[in-house]
């Protein structure tokens, strides 16, 4: 470990959350490249718990974000205060909360911290098999009460599901589908990743300042990520929609860089969990919303794949005044009763 700090005070009811670093000596990525230190960052709230039976930990959740986020996404009062503060689902008074940076995002190892197109083409199993690395390891971890995620979180929970199938109890991905990313959702990624490899000051990842291409990226992943109804709340004239759409463009190319949001799109382009999803076995719950451009409802497929894991439930939210579309995810209140009853019929 080569740090250990707390984060800055802020006002919220659970236990102040704690931020790690470890570094993965030698790691191999699926492509065969190696990275001689990988860092892996993570935070924690909470403390971890042994049964006074077994002597094992039993309070560990594990919670993965989204592309392009961090494990400080994760701290969103909507979701944060929704679910970990007392007596609510995930009381971190109660559990011990792991919340990391995926490969590529945040605090952990990433293009833009100066190898930038020499980066490994990491994958989702790369992911996961570092988070593994990271919960098992480094935090001593025996075993996991949940895993959850959120949109790429949640389709790396499947991905845990199948990969680890003995170490957890629960699994819970939110926003996501159970099989390969094709048809519009595989269009709309291509889109972005050509925005920016086909812009010239890209310069094959070399580039001095961030190429123009990013913002046509950018927008894709806003567009990705809206729901119709509050947009139209939002933006209800013509003014209105031109400047909010600048407003979220600028927000966003303030803390994004080409390198990085190009390697978080790729990451999915290998991902497939369908064929093996008869290997899960832990009592699962997985959440989309129907006002979701990215999952939308019309894909059937998801809950027939969903049906295939062993105690597989599937859950389809109605659009709503409070829904969010993909963003539904970080919205807890919606859908954290779904939580309930999954940690409740997942007890041992």
């Not at 009811?13 to 230190?37: C, M, Q, R, W």
Request: glycine residues 8%.
């Amino acid at each position: 470990m080569l740090a250990l700090a707390a984060l800055s005070l802020q006002a919220h009811a659970y236990p102040t959350p704690v931020e790690h670093d470890f570094v993965s000596h030698d790691f191999k990525f699926s492509d065969g490249k190696i990275l001689a230190n990988l860092n892996l960052h993570c935070t924690t709230i909470g403390e971890p718990r042994k049964n006074p039976k077994t002597g094992k930990i039993d309070n560990a959740v594990l919670i993965m974000h989204g592309t392009g986020g961090d494990s400080h996404s994760l701290l969103a009062k909507p979701f944060a205060d929704e679910l970990f503060g007392p007596g609510q689902p995930l009381d971190a008074t109660k559990y011990f909360l792991i919340l990391p940076a995926a490969i590529g995002h945040g605090k952990s190892s990433k293009p833009s911290d100066g190898l930038k197109a020499e980066f490994p083409n990491y994958r989702y199993d790369d992911i996961v098999r570092a988070q593994h690395e990271l919960v098992f390891e480094h935090l001593k971890v025996d075993h996991l009460r949940l895993v959850m995620g959120t949109s790429m979180g949640g389709m790396q929970t499947w991905v845990w599901g199948e990969k680890y199938p003995d170490a957890m109890d629960a699994l819970m991905p939110l926003a996501s589908a159970p099989f390969a990313i094709a048809g519009r959702n595989r269009m709309t990624r291509r889109i972005a990743i050509n925005a920016i490899r086909n812009d010239p000051v890209w310069m094959g990842g070399e580039y001095t300042s961030q190429p123009p291409g990013l913002r046509t990226a950018v927008d894709m992943l806003i567009l990705m990520g809206s729901s119709p109804r509050q947009m139209l709340k939002q933006a209800p004239t013509r003014d209105e929609a031109d400047r909010l759409l600048e407003q979220s463009e600028e927000a966003q190319m303030r803390r994004t860089d080409a390198n990085d949001l190009l390697y978080q799109i790729e990451s999915s382009g290998d991902y497939d969990p369908a064929p093996d999803l008869a290997k899960i076995i832990a009592p699962l719950t997985a959440v989309n919303s129907a006002d979701d451009f990215i999952n939308p409802p019309e894909l059937t497929q998801v809950a027939e794949n969903v049906a295939k894991a062993e105690g597989g439930r599937f859950v389809l939210l109605p659009v709503t005044d409070e829904t969010r579309g993909h963003g539904t995810h970080t919205i807890a209140a919606i859908w954290k009763q779904h939580l309930i009853a999954l940690l409740k019929r997942s007890e041992k």
